[in-house]
């Protein structure tokens, strides 16, 4: 019976270590998702404005994304768990590039800069590659 007890006393040990850290790493894989996730509804915008021919709205508020305008026919809003915004209005063109190319994140308390110049710079050369491969 004592050995069962020393037993499970070094398991819960080594439990209390490392279950911290594993708790950590879901935190931050959660918080890689919300990022890629918001990356997606930016890449998204941009494309709506460009086939609707209209403006779209991204408005970013604590940690809500709201999306509006061009041929949506309700407001989609996303509610993040990880991502802190700044209040923010992003306006896409009718060629679907933002108004805004940088903006500063807070993502699980620290403040990170997303640069959208990288995904429309991205698609900027494939356009242009796809043109000059038809021409």
């Keep these: 019976m004592i ?3 020393v037993v499970i006393a070094i398991m819960m040990t080594v439990l209390g270590l490392v279950g911290n850290s594993v708790f950590s790493g879901v935190a931050r894989a959660e918080a890689q998702t919300e990022t890629v996730s918001f990356y997606g509804m930016v890449r998204k915008s941009g494309v709506k404005a460009f086939t609707s021919g209209r403006p779209v709205l991204l408005e970013l508020e604590r940690n809500t994304a709201s999306l509006s305008g061009g041929n949506l026919s309700s407001k989609t809003t996303i509610v993040y768990e990880h ?3 700044n209040n923010d209005v992003i306006t896409f063109n009718t060629n679907g590039l ?3 190319s940088i903006i500063k994140v807070e993502v699980r308390g620290k403040e990170t800069t997303f ?4 995904i429309f710079k991205r698609v900027g050369f494939f356009l242009i590659s796809n043109i000059n491969s038809v021409c």
């Design 115 to 118: 640069d959208f110049n990288q």
């Design 83 to 85: 991502l802190l915004f």
């Design 3 to 5: 050995e069962l007890m």
């Design 98 to 100: 933002p108004n805004i």
